[in-house]
């Protein structure tokens, strides 16, 4: 049972209130727990539990996160020695057991704890250096395991510190070694490794497999780090006399290469296996490999060899030797070897009498002599074929090295033998599959059946065709970037060109379709480089050829969306393709099918985002930083291209899941990891790929922040963008005007006035001038409370910097009483901050005069919250009238003075004045300043958070500095300056129409007390005033002090439960229950609710769930209280409500069913006069709800001093 509770993933979300990256309270729980049971368990016990433990979890295919915090609980458990061989092997399958799942950086992270666990409880006398080394094979060094961070250094000491006390490993026996040295271990691990077998003597089929060598090259490394903590300096010398140690026996025998033409097969490959991998793992992870001297000193003894490296590979690769279907995976190694030693030598600087050139220049000329060479007619043959590959795979290796290091330029831009002879290829060209009878004649005697076997299948061959063709597109990308210029644009044919590849583009682009139809979805990546290349040159000229080019990689790209390590370089290929700026310009200029073909895809994107998370981050990176170069290179125009696609600008603005409990817990936990920092090797060894979905409207704001309103495209793309943000917030307005909070239209409304804050200083007061009916317009529009805030911000910019629209502004307070409702508290909080507006305003009286004049008349409000809102605003403007000591204010001082000394003055009230406090200490009217606030900060996080916005919206302010892609704009304000705004915590007022969240507050007292109306000329506060003491819906939608909930699932007409729903919301129930929420679209239902369903939590409870319900509602404390005449049923004039009461009401008819009544706590009847014995199920309800309200209404009051 508790291995089934801990296997449920969602167990281990976080409490409510925890901010995002904090670690679950259960696996502190169950770290605590494992942690404090396993020290209080005797030693004989202690080991037999934890192998039965960590065997347990590898009993069942676990989620990342429960095994990331199982892991994580065993890493803490305190040092002993608890573990020996069988330990080791079931902490092995533990981490094969975190490979099955897709979150690598969990992943990681996981493999990082039981590496800790291992050394924590690893029995040392008990295990070998080679169970160790095989056991750290388990872990990906990608993953964790990398050389450099913090875990790395905790392995070494932990091999230092006990290198002396492990058991002999069988190799040290059997050379008569019987200390067991890390150094002697490692050594004759490295001799073992290089010596030759004599089963080697012949020439062997097949590769041998990477594992060893990766195990070797970590113990050389491991060991030479190990060295370097034994000693007190470091010094290079040093360094390079332990290496060479180490190292002799390999680089005796890599020296030898060139020279020794009968060196077994086998061992040339185990040898440049271990040379690949003894580089790759020693480069030092979250820091340069330049400061690195283990890394330097292996740099040099790797050089000292090239020479005779790279004559071996020269003759293995042209002189005829590789000619079975087994020798591809040599030659793809040989390749990998040449390609390092290039990459080490241009690190040094680069010579041209350097031996690897000479190489260079003659592998490119044999492989260009073989490929030419024809086959007299006759049927090719295995080798012929093999040589054809390999030589193809060579000259791709050369283009590609020289495409990436300019150093390596061979040939001047004139077209040389290489060009000529890859502009000529014959693009797509199939090898002929050899007959198996040709096939035995190249192979050994004792390996003629496995090639036989490996190469006679069709797929087996294929897939070596399919290389050959990718080799071709990878030579044929280097030629059409180096000659991209002679390429015509028009698509005319040239009668005599000298590179028919460049100069025919559309025979080129043609091949490109052909060859996207033959390779396999991991080959197409050349052919996407290409169409890179030649969709520019040809999209006016040739426009449905290139849509289908555009239709073929999409069917590409979505058909890989599952396969994670070719889907990304792919997809980004594909982007850079169709998304070119050049490819956007043309089709935006022509409108013509490529235009809508482009939008077409640029959604299938945005569709695709949603269920694979980074895609659209691909996408919207690469636009904005293609435009923000062009916007660079162009003064004038340089945003047109970006206009004619701002739709994709303004998705990015809104774009953002709602995730799943499930993705929002992966999301924590990997934001928890990524807190943890060096602490955890994963975050070093992996790299952040930034593809959460925040990282899109990043990229898309900080794009935004970089425009210049001065520049004509600039302004026009703005302003284009800034009216299609309206368009859609009335969009979502229109489409749902009953939303949630934290809902996906309260996120996407949210997003758009985001940005148009971000937008505003870029704004004119001309463009302002046909969009600001738009914007007081939207603040009529019923909002959540951050949206509020967003709109009134804007609102308070703009009047601030065009006093012009003040006018308009004070006609919003004319609207007719039906339009503004509530809704006119967005006016009023702009008001408040009048001191802000008229800041820069010489002559102020009028101003001040027409908003006191307009304030006043609202404090007289029947509505409670505009009251409340109006006197906040009364006070600070009386206050800045103060100041400036206005005579002409006279005449209004007794009126404002009297209003306020008496909400100031108010006792006795209930929480009358304890809520006039909370209003005035609210963070937009006590603390946030509209200016001095201005910043991304306070717009993408402390807003958001101060307003109970869920924490999936916050950004922040690191994750803007983090996004590198767009660079930081130099003028824009990114921090706060002045205000305490950010220490700020949220508090417990919102405002007025937060809308609809059927989420209950038991326990946290809102501020939903209804005021008594003020009288200026009438002081008087009555002692008890219900008025006073009822419930307001506007303050806190769904939140009541009240505890009484009415279930009302049995009655049927929809004028009853439309009555009942007005007279709950009146009274402050907690909630109504209803058998369906159908019935509140029922037009009966509406005409007598009256819009309170929009102010009342309403819960469906189908009546057969209704005993389940009750029986639920029972345990939580609640009293059961049904409205029915019984033997047994109570006077309601003598019954006493407690404050937890549920009501059930019975059905118009039969009243409420016998299964029902044997739930029930008390039956309660109202006391009758009349003969009719009966009355109304609505009318019953609402005198039980007064009764109920009433009673609590009494005791609080009698509880308050």
């Given amino acids: 049972m508790k291995q089934r509770f801990f296997h449920f993933h969602q167990n281990f979300l976080r409490s409510p209130g925890q901010p995002i990256g904090s670690c679950s309270p259960l696996g502190l729980k169950l770290q605590k727990f494992l942690v404090t049971y396993i020290s209080l368990l005797p030693g004989d016990i202690k080991s037999n539990f934890l192998l039965k433990f960590i065997r347990k979890m590898t009993s069942r295919h676990w989620c990342a996160v429960p095994i990331l915090f199982l892991s994580k609980a065993l890493a803490n458990v305190p040092k002993y020695k608890a573990l020996g061989i069988d330990g080791l092997l079931a902490l092995r399958d533990v981490i094969h057991c975190t490979m099955i799942t897709h979150q690598i950086l969990l992943r990681g992270a996981a493999q990082c704890y039981l590496l800790q666990t291992a050394m924590n409880l690893l029995d040392v006398e008990k295990v070998s250096l080679s169970d160790v080394s095989t056991f750290l094979m388990s872990l990906r060094q990608e993953e964790s395991l990398g050389r450099g961070t913090s875990l790395w250094t905790e392995l070494c000491d932990w091999l230092r510190v006990n290198e002396s006390y492990f058991k002999p490993s069988p190799m040290c026996s059997s050379l008569g070694l019987h200390k067991t040295s890390l150094n002697a271990y490692v050594k004759s691990l490295i001799q073992e490794y290089v010596k030759s077998s004599a089963w080697e003597t012949g020439e062997n089929c097949f590769m041998p497999d990477w594992f060893e060598a990766k195990l070797v090259s970590l113990m050389v490394l491991l060991a030479v780090d190990v060295e370097g903590m034994k000693t007190q300096y470091s010094g290079k010398q040093r360094t390079e006399n332990v290496l060479r140690v180490f190292l002799d026996p390999l680089l005796d025998v890599l020296m030898k290469f060139g020279t020794n033409a009968y060196m077994p097969l086998l061992k040339t490959d185990r040898c440049l296996q271990l040379l690949l991998k003894l580089l790759n793992t020693c480069r030092l992870k979250g820091s340069s490999a330049q400061d690195d001297e283990v890394f330097t000193v292996l740099q040099n003894f790797v050089m000292s060899t090239t020479e005779s490296i790279s004559e071996f590979i020269l003759r293995r690769l042209t002189m005829n030797e590789l000619n079975s279907v087994s020798d591809l995976d040599r030659c793809h190694l040989y390749l990998m070897v040449l390609t390092e030693l290039i990459n080490l030598h241009l690190k040094v600087g680069w010579k041209r009498g350097n031996p690897i050139w000479r190489v260079i220049s003659l592998l490119k ?71 198996a009878e040709e096939q035995s004649s190249y192979a050994h005697p004792s390996e003629c059946t496995s090639v036989l076997e490996e190469s006679s299948s069709s797929q087996g061959w294929g897939k070596i065709v399919a290389q050959y063709i990718h080799d071709q597109w990878v030579c044929l990308s280097f030629l059409l970037k180096k000659y991209h210029t002679l390429i015509p644009s028009t698509g005319s044919e040239i009668l005599e060109p000298f590179l028919p590849a460049v100069q025919m583009p559309i025979r080129t682009l043609q091949s490109a379709l052909e060859a996207l139809t033959v390779l396999s979805s991991d080959q197409v990546l050349p052919v996407f480089h290409c169409l890179k290349v030649l969709v520019p040159k040809l999209l006016t000229s040739s426009e449905s050829l290139c849509m289908e080019s555009f239709d073929m990689a999409w069917k590409i790209i979505s058909s890989l969306s599952n396969t994670q390590l070719i889907f990304w370089p792919n997809l980004k290929a594909f982007v850079q393709f169709v998304f070119d700026n050049k490819v956007l310009t043309i089709a935006a200029k022509i409108k013509g099918q490529a235009y809508f073909k482009i939008k077409e895809i640029m959604y299938k994107i945005i569709e695709m985002s949603a269920i694979k998370t980074g895609v659209f981050n691909t996408l919207i990176s690469y636009c904005c930083q293609s435009w923000i170069v062009s916007a660079s290179n162009v003064s004038q125009g340089s945003l047109s291209s970006a206009k004619n696609y701002s739709e994709l600008i303004l998705e990015a603005c809104i774009f953002g899941t709602v995730f799943r409990r499930d993705q929002r817990l992966v999301q924590d936990v990997q934001t928890f990891i990524e807190n943890l920092g060096h602490d955890c090797a994963a975050n070093i060894v992996m790299e952040n790929t930034k593809r959460e979905d925040h990282y899109v409207r990043i990229c898309a704001i900080k794009f935004l922040c970089l425009l210049d309103g001065s520049n004509m495209s600039h302004k026009l793309f703005m302003e284009d963008l800034a009216i299609k943000l309206l368009d859609k917030d009335e969009f979502v307005s229109k489409s749902k005007k009953r939303y949630y909070v934290n809902s996906l239209q309260h996120r996407v409304k949210n997003r758009i006035w985001q940005t148009l804050l971000v937008l ?111 006197l906040v605003a009364l006070k600070k403007l009386w206050t800045v009238c103060k100041v400036l000591s206005v005579e002409e204010f006279d005449a209004l001082t007794p009126v404002i003075e009297s209003s306020l000394h008496q909400v100031e003055s108010m006792h006795g009230a209930g929480n009358a004045k304890k809520n006039w406090q909370r209003i005035q200490e609210h963070f937009f009217f006590a603390t946030f300043h509209p200016l001095k606030d201005y910043c991304l900060e306070t717009i993408f996080y402390i807003l958001p958070r101060l307003s109970g916005l869920i924490e999936d919206e916050w950004i922040t302010i690191d994750k803007f500095t983090r996004f590198t892609d767009v660079p930081l704009d130099a003028g824009f304000q990114w921090y706060l300056s002045q205000t305490q705004l950010s220490k700020l915590k949220p508090g417990d007022w919102s405002q007025q129409d937060i809308g609809t969240n059927l989420v209950e ?115 939580e404390g609640y009293t059961i209280i049904g409205v029915e005449q019984t033997a047994k049923s109570l006077d309601l004039t003598q019954y006493c409500f407690p404050e937890k009461s549920l009501l059930l009401l019975g059905n118009e008819r039969e009243g409420i069913p016998a299964n029902l009544i044997q739930q029930l706590d008390v039956c309660v009847e109202i006391p009758q006069q009349g003969i009719i014995r009966s009355l109304n199920v609505h009318v019953s309800g609402a005198l039980l709800i007064w009764e109920y309200t009433r009673q609590q209404l009494l005791s609080h009051g009698d509880a308050k001093p």
């Fill in 1001 to 1115: 507050a038991d326990n946290q007292a809102e501020w939903t007390d209804v005021q008594k109306k003020i009288i200026p000329w009438n002081n008087r506060v009555p002692d008890l005033d219900l008025e006073l003491l009822f419930q307001d819906r506007a303050a806190r939608l769904g939140k009541s002090i009240s505890r009484l909930i009415v279930v009302a699932s049995l009655i049927d007409k929809p004028t009853n439960l439309g009555g009942l729903c007005r007279t709950c919301e009146v009274f402050g129930a907690s909630a109504l229950v209803v058998g369906s929420l159908q019935c509140i679209s029922d037009k009966q239902f509406q005409h007598l609710s009256v819009s309170a369903e929009q102010w009342l939590p309403l819960v469906q409870v189908k009546p057969p769930h209704l005993i389940d319900y009750l029986q639920q509602k029972k345990t």
């Fill in 760 to 870: 505003f200083p870029r704004l004119d007061q001309n463009f302002l001038n046909g969009i600001i009916d738009r914007i007081f317009q939207a603040g009529f529009t019923n909002n959540q409370a951050s949206i509020k805030y967003f709109i009134e911000w804007i609102i308070i910019l703009i009047l601030h910097k065009f006093p012009q629209f003040l006018p308009k502004f004070w006609d919003c307070f004319s609207y007719g009483e039906e339009n503004l409702k509530t809704s006119i508290c967005t006016f009023l909080a702009v008001s408040s901050h009048l001191d802000v507006v008229t800041q820069n305003i010489p002559e102020k009286k009028l101003i001040l005069k027409q908003a006191l004049i307009v304030v006043l008349q609202w404090c007289f409000n029947h509505n409670f919250s505009v009251r409340l809102y109006a």
């Fill in 365 to 435: 000329n044999a492989s260009i002599q073989h490929l030419q060479e024809t086959d007299s007619g006759q049927e090719p043959t295995l080798g012929n074929q093999i040589q054809r590959v390999v030589s193809m795979a060579a000259l791709a290796m050369v283009c590609e090295a020289i495409d990436q290091k300019p150093e390596l330029q061979l040939d001047s831009l004139h077209a040389g033998p290489l060009e000529s002879f890859l502009s000529s290829l014959q693009l797509n060209q199939m090898l002929q599959k050899p007959h």
